[in-house]
């Protein structure tokens, strides 16, 4: 199986990537290299077995829902490419508003 | 002493506590080896002398006073630049992250540092850790100090390649398929992958959740047990990380392996590896069996599916982790706005580098409907039989002995068009990470200049039979003592 352009194209709108013409090109010519090598695992017998999503066994961790100490707004905020008033600036995403 | 960088953490620990030397004279040995290796070498993104002259100076006034010392007081600690420092730029090897100064540190790093290492800087790496090389770095390549034309490995390669020169004594890395074990391989030291959950991963800047653990880079045995006794335990900040005793690594490491049973498996040393690395490994083996091991060789069939399983489940976790970079709360933000999703698609665009958005879009297709069940689910079952196969071979054996890599470092450039062969590199490695066992790399000779490491892997959770066969091994060898010709 083998992935076409048009394809990665629609991959690449899911995964929020902008890729030129020629990035299209380079990946679908890696994706499809490395799915080539996947076919092996369509050999292997999976019958009844169970899906290990973490090596060890997971369970809910539970707390006290008490206040702690946690960063502060201005120690978040500092690294945002933009922010004012103790916000997140993004563009204006809705025309004529405001 | 001018040789304070090349000394272990042991010794540096003990000339401290006898006030034979102070922590600002180790500072200072390690940062003029860092000026004079470094243009050779670039192990580093970001250099933090003067916070280290601090960090010492904070120490000598400790001794001054007679408080009472932490295990690694006076240690110089190079850290790989995904781990999040409190106030130093954190980069993740990426131009999406130019310019990051995390809020918090991670807890490991927290642990060494209030034991009383001091960071010299950030190292270099593999984009947010994704590759074997360091290639990938947007901060340009580092370089082998055993021969400055191969890479270091990754994508731990920064690290690897400091504790090889000098240019610090102990180092972290990251490990999700290798990227400890294998830099450490290919450059000549020691580099230990613990079981997952066994340190916590708290403020390490995600690659593939479910694989990523934080390891010790050193350059000896007993310096990576000394590491893991500060570092390991329960966090309450990972509710990945592991509620267990944390045991005396230090302790474990004593030569005695009488009666150690180690499993060779086969697969391990068949096609597509280097005759010169199994015969150095091989040679290993025999070195323990002299000494009162017992080997004997043994089968893990499905080692083979362990790559592509891996490169549908780390790509997977990473193009959700990965999700985050979106040019609103940190990193880089495009300057050519569009709206807001336009944002988002051209800020990833100019920030990730092409490796990064391979991964990320091979596991939005492997998450996409219609192929979920086909390739992550799959590879999510196929994981489960690596695991159960590694508990079979640890019901008879203590440990597995394995080359840590096919071959010996490569030279720069030399896969970076090839992605497929620059993903073989990480065959031997991949299955201790699906399978969430501890391993360690150390050396075990030489071929044309150039390192060679030996894996040795146990049940999870066994750290201390880790360092145990490794420590036996390095004292019967003087690898340890081999020092690059820079």
């Given at each position: 199986m083998t992935l076409s352009a048009e394809e990665v194209r629609k991959v690449a709108l899911l995964a929020r990537l902008e890729l030129d013409d020629d990035e299209i090109e380079r990946q679908t010519r890696h994706i499809n290299d490395l799915i080539a090598r996947f076919e092996a695992l369509q050999e292997v017998d999976v019958t009844g077995i169970e899906p290990t999503s973490h090596s060890v066994p997971l369970v809910n961790i539970l707390r006290e829902d008490v206040v702690k100490p946690s960063l502060s707004r201005d120690e978040v905020l500092a690294n945002a490419p933009e922010s004012r008033d103790g916000c997140f600036i993004v563009p204006r995403i809705v025309e004529g508003a405001g | 002493m001018s040789d304070l960088h090349d000394r272990t953490a042991v010794e540096l620990v003990d000339l401290i506590r006898t006030r034979q030397v102070s922590a600002i004279e180790i500072a200072e040995s390690t940062l003029a080896r860092m000026d004079a290796v470094e243009p050779r070498i670039h192990a580093y993104i970001t250099q933090t002398p003067d916070r280290a002259v601090e960090q010492a100076a904070a120490i000598d006034k400790r001794i001054a006073r007679g408080e009472s010392l932490g295990p690694l007081a006076g240690v110089p600690l190079a850290l790989k630049d995904v781990l999040c420092t409190r106030g130093i730029r954190t980069t993740c090897g990426s131009r999406i992250l130019p310019e990051f100064i995390p809020p918090y540190t991670a807890t490991a790093v927290e642990r060494l540092t209030?034991?009383?290492?001091?960071?010299?800087?950030?190292?270099n790496c593999d984009e947010f850790a994704m590759g074997s090389s360091t290639e990938n770095s947007?901060?340009?390549p580092?370089?082998?100090?055993?021969?400055?034309?191969?890479?270091?490995?990754?994508?731990?390669?920064?690290?690897?390649?400091?504790?090889?020169?000098g240019d610090a004594v102990i180092g972290l890395g990251t490990d999700t398929g290798g990227s400890i074990r294998q830099p450490a391989s290919f450059c000549g030291i020691v580099g230990m992958k613990p079981t997952y959950g066994r340190?916590?991963?708290?403020?390490?800047?995600?690659?593939?959740?479910?694989?990523?653990?934080?390891?010790?880079?050193?350059?000896?045995?007993?310096?990576?047990?000394?590491?893991?006794?500060?570092?390991?335990?329960h966090d309450q900040l990972d509710s990945t990380s592991v509620d267990l005793p944390v045991p005396d690594y230090?302790?474990?490491?004593?030569?005695?392996?009488?009666?150690?049973?180690?499993?060779?498996?086969?697969?391990?040393?068949?096609?597509?590896?280097e005759p010169a690395v199994s015969s150095l490994v091989r040679a290993a083996i025999n070195k323990l069996c002299e000494m009162g091991a017992v080997a004997e060789e043994c089968s893990l069939p499905h080692t083979e599916h362990a790559l592509p399983c891996y490169?549908?489940?780390?790509?997977?976790?990473?193009?959700?982790?990965?999700?985050?970079?979106?040019?609103?709360k940190y990193g880089h933000r495009t300057k050519e706005l569009a709206g807001h999703t336009g944002l988002t698609e051209k800020t990833r665009d100019e920030g990730f580098g092409d490796e990064v958005k391979h991964r990320i879009m091979i596991g939005t297709y492997a998450l996409s409907a219609g192929y979920y069940d086909a390739y992550y689910k799959r590879a999510q079952q196929v994981r489960t039989l690596i695991r159960r196969e590694f508990d079979a071979a640890f019901g008879k054996f203590d440990v597995l002995l394995t080359p840590t890599s096919p071959t010996t470092a490569f030279r720069i450039g030399e896969k970076s068009d090839d992605p497929l062969a620059m993903k073989r590199a990480d065959v031997l490695t991949i299955p201790a990470n699906l399978a969430g066992i501890p391993g360690i790399s150390i050396p075990c000779g030489f071929i044309d200049g150039l390192p060679v490491g030996l894996q040795i892997l146990a049940k999870p959770f066994d750290e201390e039979t880790i360092f145990r066969a490794a420590y036996s091994y390095e004292q019967s060898t003087d690898w340890?003592?081999?020092?690059?010709p820079l």
């Amino acid at each position: 199986m083998t992935l076409s352009a048009e394809e990665v194209r629609k991959v690449a709108l899911l995964a929020r990537l902008e890729l030129d013409d020629d990035e299209i090109e380079r990946q679908t010519r890696h994706i499809n290299d490395l799915i080539a090598r996947f076919e092996a695992l369509q050999e292997v017998d999976v019958t009844g077995i169970e899906p290990t999503s973490h090596s060890v066994p997971l369970v809910n961790i539970l707390r006290e829902d008490v206040v702690k100490p946690s960063l502060s707004r201005d120690e978040v905020l500092a690294n945002a490419p933009e922010s004012r008033d103790g916000c997140f600036i993004v563009p204006r995403i809705v025309e004529g508003a405001g | 002493m001018s040789d304070l960088h090349d000394r272990t953490a042991v010794e540096l620990v003990d000339l401290i506590r006898t006030r034979q030397v102070s922590a600002i004279e180790i500072a200072e040995s390690t940062l003029a080896r860092m000026d004079a290796v470094e243009p050779r070498i670039h192990a580093y993104i970001t250099q933090t002398p003067d916070r280290a002259v601090e960090q010492a100076a904070a120490i000598d006034k400790r001794i001054a006073r007679g408080e009472s010392l932490g295990p690694l007081a006076g240690v110089p600690l190079a850290l790989k630049d995904v781990l999040c420092t409190r106030g130093i730029r954190t980069t993740c090897g990426s131009r999406i992250l130019p310019e990051f100064i995390p809020p918090y540190t991670a807890t490991a790093v927290e642990r060494l540092t209030d034991s009383g290492a001091f960071t010299v800087g950030k190292t270099n790496c593999d984009e947010f850790a994704m590759g074997s090389s360091t290639e990938n770095s947007a901060y340009g390549p580092s370089r082998n100090p055993w021969n400055t034309d191969c890479v270091p490995g990754g994508s731990s390669g920064g690290t690897a390649a400091a504790i090889a020169a000098g240019d610090a004594v102990i180092g972290l890395g990251t490990d999700t398929g290798g990227s400890i074990r294998q830099p450490a391989s290919f450059c000549g030291i020691v580099g230990m992958k613990p079981t997952y959950g066994r340190v916590s991963r708290y403020g390490l800047i995600a690659y593939a959740s479910s694989l990523d653990q934080i390891g010790p880079m050193t350059r000896t045995v007993q310096d990576a047990a000394l590491v893991m006794n500060v570092m390991a335990g329960h966090d309450q900040l990972d509710s990945t990380s592991v509620d267990l005793p944390v045991p005396d690594y230090v302790a474990a490491c004593r030569s005695d392996v009488r009666g150690l049973r180690i499993g060779v498996p086969r697969e391990y040393f068949g096609e597509g590896i280097e005759p010169a690395v199994s015969s150095l490994v091989r040679a290993a083996i025999n070195k323990l069996c002299e000494m009162g091991a017992v080997a004997e060789e043994c089968s893990l069939p499905h080692t083979e599916h362990a790559l592509p399983c891996y490169y549908i489940i780390a790509p997977a976790e990473a193009s959700s982790n990965l999700a985050r970079y979106d040019g609103v709360k940190y990193g880089h933000r495009t300057k050519e706005l569009a709206g807001h999703t336009g944002l988002t698609e051209k800020t990833r665009d100019e920030g990730f580098g092409d490796e990064v958005k391979h991964r990320i879009m091979i596991g939005t297709y492997a998450l996409s409907a219609g192929y979920y069940d086909a390739y992550y689910k799959r590879a999510q079952q196929v994981r489960t039989l690596i695991r159960r196969e590694f508990d079979a071979a640890f019901g008879k054996f203590d440990v597995l002995l394995t080359p840590t890599s096919p071959t010996t470092a490569f030279r720069i450039g030399e896969k970076s068009d090839d992605p497929l062969a620059m993903k073989r590199a990480d065959v031997l490695t991949i299955p201790a990470n699906l399978a969430g066992i501890p391993g360690i790399s150390i050396p075990c000779g030489f071929i044309d200049g150039l390192p060679v490491g030996l894996q040795i892997l146990a049940k999870p959770f066994d750290e201390e039979t880790i360092f145990r066969a490794a420590y036996s091994y390095e004292q019967s060898t003087d690898w340890h003592t081999s020092r690059p010709p820079l």
